[in-house]
């Protein structure tokens, strides 16, 4: 597909990587609805980057995607403005040791991260399968095939929109409609709280600016390839974890330390050649 044949719905829009994934979209020159719960952000955004000259190019919807009433306004919109591309980037952070979660944070992470894309997806694949080429891209991220410690709950929910990508990826391969993974490693924006901050320098993770996640997912949408990893050393690490989970599993000693109380960089120790895999 070519940019200027996109028609995209952008969920998480008023985001780091979303506000960076709606530019590049808006200037490669395709039509995008930005999708987010805070209106008057979106609506800034969408100013910003021309809606007006761009002749509702750009359109902004304030949309809760964990609710009936906002998937449904979503997809209304979406079918008037002749969406062929949907990305599923909208998501709830969650970090830290599993035993300190909170019951209704859990709940309300797994909703945004994994039930309302499948949900959305649900909603807005009659509208797709019109089209004569159509995408589904879901914005996942390492954690999504390699489990790390501190990343319980949110792992689960970017393993489960994984396992969700590459079985509607097959089951639709007779259509016109391509699902695709994109598995961004950490990225520098609002998402990560100081306490994850700390936790990846203290792991010495690279971090990634939201413009090279919003270069890879457009480049991702535009090849029709199935899935995509981010960065050196993860996109190695997802593939090993992928074949032989237990070889990495002592390449975790660092993050458990890291996830104590009070721990600080120099009481880990150096990662040894295995764990700088991950
Ligand atoms: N940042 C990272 O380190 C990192 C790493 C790997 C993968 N990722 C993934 O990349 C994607 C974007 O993350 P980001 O870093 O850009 O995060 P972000 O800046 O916190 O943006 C998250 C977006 O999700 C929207 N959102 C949350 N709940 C929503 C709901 N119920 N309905 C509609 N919109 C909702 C938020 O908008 P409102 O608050 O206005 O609703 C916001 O636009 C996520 O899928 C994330 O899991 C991020």
Redesign the pocket.
């Known amino acids: 597909m070519k940019p200027a044949e996109l028609s995209v719905v952008l969920?998480?829009?008023?985001?780091?990587?979303?506000?960076a994934l709606a530019a590049l979209l808006a200037e490669a020159g395709a039509r995008v609805l930005l999708?987010?719960?805070?209106g008057e952000?979106?609506a800034r955004l969408a100013e910003s980057l021309g809606a007006d000259a761009r002749r509702q190019r750009v359109q902004a919807l304030a949309?809760?995607?964990?609710t009936a009433a906002?998937r449904t306004a979503i997809r209304e919109i979406a079918t008037v403005r002749g969406c062929n591309a949907l990305i599923?980037?909208?998501?709830?952070?969650s970090f830290g040791p599993f035993a300190d979660a909170d019951a209704g944070h859990i709940e309300a992470v797994l909703q945004?991260?994994l039930v309302?894309p499948i949900q959305l997806t649900l909603a807005l694949l009659p509208q797709l399968r019109t089209q004569p080429a159509a995408r589904v891209l879901n914005?996942?991220?390492?954690?999504g095939r390699l489990g790390v410690p501190g990343f319980a709950v949110?792992g689960a929910g970017?393993f489960g929109l994984r396992g969700f990508s590459e079985t509607l990826r097959r089951e639709l391969a007779d259509t016109t409609v391509r699902v695709q993974y994109l598995?961004?490693?950490?990225?520098?924006?609002?998402?990560?709280d100081e306490r994850?901050d700390r936790f990846n320098d203290r792991t010495r993770k690279a971090?990634d600016a939201?413009e090279i996640?919003a270069k890879a997912a457009l480049k991702l949408l535009l090849s029709g390839k199935a899935e995509k990893f981010l960065g050196f050393p993860e996109s190695i690490a997802v593939r090993v974890n992928g074949l032989a989970p237990s070889l990495l599993d002592r390449a975790f000693a660092p993050h458990r330390a890291a996830l104590q109380p009070g721990a600080a960089a120099a009481e880990i120790q150096p990662p040894t050649t295995e764990s700088q895999h991950v």
């Open positions: 969920t998480g829009a008023s985001g780091g990587i979303g506000s999708v987010g719960r805070r952000r979106l949309a809760d995607i964990t906002g599923n980037n909208a998501a709830l952070p945004t991260n309302a914005i996942g991220s390492a954690t949110y970017k598995g961004p490693r950490a990225t520098r924006t609002g998402f990560n994850a971090v939201p996640v």
